[in-house]
């Protein structure tokens, strides 16, 4: 059945829409081309065609506003301005503003909390004194009652929006938090932020010692090789793989020897923390399993999907009264906040109140004096070449959808799908993108169930896996997006941890029942290359996209100190607009997947420090994470990603705290297109996590369903 459009119109928020009137595209002389057929040693002076000529060709887009509607949980903006304030740190450097010095104040609470004293009708996570029996304690949530004093949580989640300095506010908690060592967990394109940041911020007086401990050439550390520093800064890698090595079976008991495992930390905190919610990752169960007398959960994002999202965080915080048991919080909050139950509700409530503070940007305590943020869809038109391509490519789409309607279990023709509609959002930025089809892969694939692992069966499955991947599909057993995604011999994708979890449980593929004898039927993604060579780049063939997006590159470089940052989720389309960099000789640094942390680190010095340096090309899935880049003040989003919360993620990297220049966001899109189809889900999808403690929107509807999308877009 067809989705229903949820009717945001009236709200504010529906992606935009074509001007009743059509802006005519500049020609390719107008937009300041000049042809390369040209043998004239006079060229015809280019016109001088300035940014306000994209922002009046251009719809002005506020993607965002929905949040203002749905913000219903937590703290309201008038209890968070009258928080009470910490003193202003001793050895910090930096002046905290005053919604920080609350934040600090909020934290080094939650660090020692204490139960509600007797006769007390306080309720403090969740417990409270037993109306009629001394000295009990019981549960709001689960009805628990216990003549023990029960376990609070020390911590809690700092989910202010990003940008508000997050990272600021805890490095002034373990300065104020008295002694010991704090470990911070962090992604790897953000673990040299955390060192430069207490480098930055702590008075040199101070001495504050910080180890960074990552790589396959760490030094083997005790307990008390630890316990010499003050901050040690791993990667959700490195704790998963000591927590439990690829050739082990079972974790080793705690604490151990050596290795991370090896100390009682002070305080764990974990940067970007969505990452752990879901809790079947090796990452989350890492993560809950590392022995620390305080949690502490930092993310923008606290919940990405559904409120599951929140178990994860909340059992690694050690939340206690039965919460932190799967069936409980399902059947305590998850279902019954489904069918709209007041009760739910109200102890949803209580938890954020309790657990989790979050302040937001435009809040006006917050008071960021943050500069205006413009931003923009700029639609284009195709050339007819490209329309041709692209038509032929949307008859064979829609020529599927009955067949996808239809189609059983097991069938191939979803991934035929799949691969279509990839080819469709790709061949809008560049036809060169779409490169071979994997038609002949796929059909290599139709027979068997289960196909031997030969070179070739391994190359087909490997070019299946990675169009799954590109198509952010997610892992068929825990539904959320793939994490270490590999697939099976009988060609069904899942995140690695949870289908060698089902191997070692049944030995059966949960989605065919085929036999899978050891994880050694698992193939792995190749390894990441360039989908286009440097050497098939034809500089000369350009794309209207890439017309567009120099155009505006062009227009933006007459203001001298404006640096931009281009954002695609595709390194291949990178390759092509670096291509055209160099042909027009403009400087620039790029970030992307295959490079490590210290390459990735120094593409961003450069466009900090370097004048002449004035471009960064970046991974939308690596760059929309904890990186600083407020060197820049334009963002251009090259292609539309599913998820808006990446894209606002990424957007905010530019868009916050330190920024003292209007930034503009430019997202192209081409017109009668699935990205003009994309901007509309997004718009719904941004309407519901919004109001992501519901899990029916109002009319009662379910949520979109990830088929529901694929049909809207093939509509």
Not at 72 to 81: K, M, T, V, Y
Request: net charge neutral; hydrophobic share 40%; aromatic share 6%.
């Amino acid at each position: 059945m067809k989705a229903k459009r949820v009717p945001v119109k009236k709200q504010g928020i529906a992606a935009p829409k074509k001007p009743t009137a059509p802006v005519p595209a500049p020609k390719r002389q107008q937009m300041g081309f000049q042809s390369s057929q040209s043998s004239s040693s006079q060229p015809e002076p280019e016109p001088e065609i300035d940014i306000q000529h994209f922002v009046a060709n251009s719809e002005r887009f506020k993607p965002r506003d929905v949040e203002k509607l749905v913000e219903a949980w937590g703290q309201g903006e008038e209890a968070l301005s009258k928080m009470p304030m910490a003193e202003q740190p001793i050895d910090l450097i930096s002046t905290l503003l005053p919604y920080q010095l609350q934040g600090l104040a909020w934290m080094l609470e939650k660090e020692n909390p204490t139960l509600p004293a007797a006769g007390s009708t306080d309720v403090v996570q969740l417990w409270k004194r037993h109306a009629s029996r001394a000295n009990a304690f019981q549960n709001i949530a689960t009805q628990f009652v216990t003549t023990e004093a029960p376990t609070l949580a020390r911590g809690g989640i700092l989910a202010d929006d990003m940008g508000l300095g997050k990272t600021l506010q805890v490095i002034s908690t373990i300065l104020e938090g008295g002694p010991g060592s704090t470990l911070i967990i962090a992604p790897v394109s953000v673990m040299s932020n955390w060192a430069q940041q207490i480098e930055r911020h702590v008075k040199k007086e101070r001495n504050m010692k910080v180890l960074t401990y990552h790589g396959s050439g760490r030094k083997k550390m005790t307990f008390k090789d630890f316990s010499e520093y003050d901050v040690v800064i791993t990667t959700y890698g490195t704790l998963s793989t000591e927590y439990l090595p690829r050739d082990a079976k079972n974790p080793e008991k705690l604490p151990r020897k050596e290795g991370i495992f090896s100390m009682n930390w002070t305080r764990i905190v974990l940067d970007e923390g969505h990452t752990i919610r879901n809790p079947s990752t090796k990452s989350a169960i890492a993560a809950t399993a590392c022995l620390a007398k305080c949690r502490w959960v930092l993310t923008g994002t606290p919940i990405v999907n559904t409120i599951k999202d929140l178990y994860s965080m909340l059992k690694f915080l050690g939340i206690t009264g039965g919460l932190e048991r799967l069936e409980l919080f399902n059947a305590i909050l998850t279902r019954p906040l489904g069918l709209g139950d007041r009760n739910a509700d109200l102890i949803l409530h209580s938890i954020m109140r309790t657990m989790c503070l979050r302040r937001k940007k435009d809040m006006a305590f917050v008071d960021l004096k943050l500069p205006e943020l413009s931003e923009y869809v700029h639609r284009i038109a195709f050339r007819k070449d490209e329309r041709e391509k692209y038509d032929a490519l949307q008859a064979e789409a829609q020529g599927m959808v009955q067949k996808l309607k239809n189609a059983k279990p097991g069938q191939n023709v979803y991934r035929h799908v799949l691969e279509v509609l990839l080819r469709m959002r790709q061949v809008c930025c560049h036809w060169k993108l779409c490169g071979a089809r994997v038609t002949d892969l796929l059909a290599l694939l139709e027979n068997d169930e289960v196909v031997a692992l030969t070179k070739e069966n391994v190359t087909a499955l490997q070019a299946l896996l990675q169009l799954t991947i590109d198509s952010h599909e997610e892992c068929s057993i825990c539904l959320d997006e793939l994490h270490n995604p590999v697939i099976t011999a009988c060609k069904h994708v899942f995140g690695q941890e949870c289908i060698e979890r089902t191997i070692e449980l049944q030995h059966k593929c949960p989605m065919c029942r085929a036999e899978l004898k050891d994880k050694e039927c698992l193939v792995h993604p190749a390894v990441e290359e360039s989908a286009v060579k440097n050497e098939e780049i034809d500089v000369e063939v350009k794309s209207s996209k890439t017309e567009a997006l120099m155009s505006i590159l062009a227009a933006s470089r007459k203001d001298p100190k404006s640096k931009v940052v281009i954002f695609s989720q595709w390194t291949s389309f990178l390759d092509i607009i670096q291509a055209q960099l160099v042909e027009s000789n403009m400087k620039f640094a790029r970030i992307d997947g295959s490079m490590s942390a210290t390459v990735r680190d120094k593409g961003m010095t450069a466009l900090a420090s370097d004048p002449d340096c004035r471009i960064l090309l970046a991974s939308l899935a690596v760059c929309s994470v904890g990186l600083n880049l407020v060197a820049a003040d334009t963002v251009i989003l090259a292609d539309s990603w599913w998820a808006p919360a990446i894209e606002d993620q990424a957007v905010d990297r530019v868009h916050r705290l330190g920024q003292t220049r209007p930034c503009t966001v430019w997202r192209l899109v081409m017109e009668d297109s699935i990205e003009e189809r994309v901007l509309d889900i997004q718009a719904e999808k941004r309407l519901l996590v919004g109001k992501a403690f519901q899990e029916k929107a109002k009319d009662g509807k379910q949520k979109t369903t990830r088929m529901g999308d694929i049909l809207k877009l093939l509509g």
